[in-house]
T-cell receptor
């Protein structure tokens, strides 16, 4: 089966940088996604890594190392509005060809403090 | 562009009662997903549709849950009868194709079974 591990909670100061790690175990790995979810809101897509390396999108960056089954989300210049839960999700074909199932981690609750 | 629409947003029912959730995906999105999210957990896939065909329903508890996507557009998820353990948020998501890595989520229906 698939399993993902990420820290349950992280606290960081406004304006700082925070890194949220994710390690995974899966078969038929296709890529690692990150989603943001504010309390009571819908998960929203942040980034996707299919290959090793760093992907940058504005203040957010995501990194993947397939050999280490590891990735992270980097948030820079933290703002209060970044307080939310962040989920890593593995995209795999374990359920069969053409089945791009997304398996989510339990999420990391980020609290940004003044 | 309108996002994924779900209704109702909140539902409170007594155990053993039936309940139904409705989802309208983003226009033109071929693939529709139903997820269940328990408090403090990541979304878990229940069923995935490609057009009107359910192509991955291995996680759907078929004794009490059913879903349909008539005409390949909007979809309904039903629980009959509901149990206390069904209390959760039911999320609908859509993507342009089955291989598109970005999924767009609706706001969810928060179900409380008493």
């Amino acid at each position: 089966g698939q399993s993902l591990e990420q820290p349950s909670e992280v606290t960081a100061v406004e304006g700082a940088i925070v890194q949220i790690n994710c390690t995974y175990q899966t078969s038929g790995f296709y890529g690692l996604s990150w989603y943001q979810q504010h309390d009571g809101g819908a998960p929203t897509f942040l980034s996707y890594n299919a290959l090793d390396g760093l992907e940058e999108t504005g203040r957010f960056s995501s990194f993947l190392s397939r050999s280490d089954s590891y990735g992270y989300l980097l948030l820079q210049e933290l703002q209060m509005k970044d307080s939310a839960s962040y989920f890593c999700a593995v995209r795999d074909g374990a359920s069969g060809a053409g089945s791009y199932q997304l398996t989510f981690g339990k999420g990391t609750k980020l609290s940004v403090i003044p | 562009e309108a996002g994924v629409v779900q209704s109702p947003r909140y539902k409170i029912i007594e155990k053993k009662q039936p309940v139904a959730f409705w989802c309208n995906p983003i226009s033109g999105h071929n693939t529709l997903y139903w997820y269940l999210q328990n408090l403090g957990q990541g979304p878990e896939l229940l069923i995935r549709y490609e057009n009107e065909e359910a192509v991955d329903d291995s996680q759907l508890p078929k004794d009490r849950f059913s879903a349909e996507r008539l005409k390949g557009v909007d979809s309904t998820l039903k629980i009959q009868p509901a149990e206390l353990g069904d209390s959760a948020v039911y999320l609908c998501a859509s993507s342009l194709t089955p291989t598109t890595y970005e999924q767009y989520f609706g706001p969810g229906t928060r179900l409380t079974v008493t």
